[in-house]
């Protein structure tokens, strides 16, 4: 008797991005203190940095739940009530991306002092550490670089498998353990191969009744070696963030 062709569904991805949804390990374990510790930063602000995929959405959304914060892109701001968002706490994400956007700078800048001025916490995202935005305000650039920084670096064993089977989870994949455990002793400790992986894991995966197996996960793994090996590119101005 043949087995029927399963159906390919595009079906919703659902982003979990709750605290019990994130893994805290000693890799990242520092970045969440200072997170944490918000009432405690200095002038009331911080940057949280770190690479594509590292968590800062997922963190950013933590934290404003908690201190019932908005959270507006960087690149928005021009367009925003910069007064009205200073009267509570704000988290301005992707902060790194408006370097050379004259208005968003301005915005951004009189953003910060405002939400000083009123004492009102203020948490930004970017990808990189203030010195390397590239800022032309020399005004923003200074008060950016004078702001204390949580780090979330390059994950180890335990964070790496609990991102994978996480971003799989939200994508509705549930696979085997020895899966995740033989893609993290086997794939480089980066992020952003976590996510490469996974979307190809995805997509290979439609369609099989037996779903992400680790004979496909290995399969997969090995041709994407050479790329995910690769010496990392700039990131481009549309690529997804967080």
């Known amino acids: 008797m043949r087995r029927p062709r399963q159906l390919v569904l595009p079906l919703p991805v659902r982003e979990a991005l709750g605290?019990?949804?994130?893994?805290?390990?000693?890799?990242?374990?520092?970045?969440?203190?200072?997170?944490?510790?918000?009432?405690?930063?200095p002038n009331g602000k911080?940057?949280?940095?770190?690479?594509?995929?590292?968590?800062?959405?997922?963190?950013?959304?933590?934290?404003?739940?908690?201190?019932?914060?908005?959270?507006?892109?960087?690149r928005d701001l021009p367009g925003a009530?910069?007064?009205?968002?200073?009267?509570?706490?704000?988290?301005?994400?992707?902060?790194?991306?408006i370097a050379t956007d004259r208005l968003a700078e301005e915005a951004l800048f009189h953003l910060h002092n405002l939400a000083l001025a009123e004492r009102r916490a203020l948490l930004l995202t970017a990808s990189s550490p203030p010195?390397?935005?590239?800022?032309?305000?020399?005004?923003?650039?200074?008060?950016?670089?004078?702001?204390?920084?949580?780090?979330?670096?390059?994950?180890?064993d335990d964070l790496l498998g609990a991102v994978i089977a996480k971003?799989?989870?939200?994508?509705?994949?549930?696979?085997?353990?020895?899966?995740?455990?033989?893609?993290?002793?086997?794939?480089?400790?980066?992020?952003?191969?976590?996510?490469?992986?996974?979307?190809?894991?995805?997509?290979?995966?439609m369609g099989r009744p037996k779903g992400i197996t680790r004979a496909l996960a290995r399969d997969v793994l090995t041709r994407m070696t050479p790329a995910l090996d690769a010496p990392r590119t700039p990131r481009s101005p549309d690529e997804t963030r967080n």
């Not at 009530?81 to 704000?90: G, H, K, N, Q, Y």
């Open 19 to 41: 605290r019990e949804d994130y893994y805290v390990s000693r890799s990242n374990g520092l970045a969440v203190a200072l997170l944490d510790d918000w009432a405690g930063w």
């Open 46 to 74: 911080m940057i949280l940095v770190g690479p594509r995929g590292a968590g800062k959405t997922h963190l950013a959304h933590v934290w404003a739940k908690e201190t019932g914060a908005v959270i507006v892109p960087a």
């Open 81 to 97: 009530d910069i007064p009205t968002l200073a009267r509570a706490p704000v988290c301005v994400e992707d902060a790194d991306r």
């Open 131 to 156: 010195r390397q935005w590239g800022l032309a305000l020399p005004d923003l650039r200074s008060r950016m670089e004078a702001t204390q920084t949580a780090t979330l670096p390059d994950p180890d």
């Open 167 to 205: 971003t799989l989870n939200d994508r509705g994949c549930l696979p085997a353990p020895e899966v995740i455990l033989y893609l993290v002793r086997h794939m480089p400790r980066r992020f952003a191969a976590a996510l490469a992986l996974v979307d190809a894991l995805d997509a290979q995966a």
